[in-house]
């Protein structure tokens, strides 16, 4: 017989906790207040952040980039040059209602060989709102 149950890894809210607090720290150290979003594996929000200063349209696509990073379970720029007229994956950016992401700054969280959720950030430029997510993924694993 089949069997009839997975396990699935997810990520905590204490680590989700733990993802924007480091990313926050970035933020500040460079002087752009940032929108973080963190997600589960599935891509439902777990934590959201929003610093005094941060752009409103920021919102909902921190929150678009944690989703895309997790459900896809890359990081969101490398979907950037593969989503455009004439590629193969052109259109994935309407996929999910519009939610999917092809701007920098959302990658999965990854423990192990497991993605257990995704961190994005937005506000600043496609660098900072990168360099925010990785530090708040160095922060987590302690580096």
Known sequence: MAEATLTVKRLS??????????????????????????????????????????KVVSIQVSQDKAFTAAVARRPTHVYNEMCVPGQLLNGLQTSHGGRFSTAAGGFPVVVGDAVVGGIGASSGSAEEDMACVQAGLDHLMGT
């Open 13 to 54: 809210a204490e680590g989700a906790r733990v993802l924007i607090e480091g990313a926050e720290a970035k933020a500040r150290d460079i002087g752009v207040p940032m929108c973080i979003a963190v997600v589960d594996e599935s891509g439902n929000l777990l934590a959201f952040s929003r610093m005094d200063g941060s």
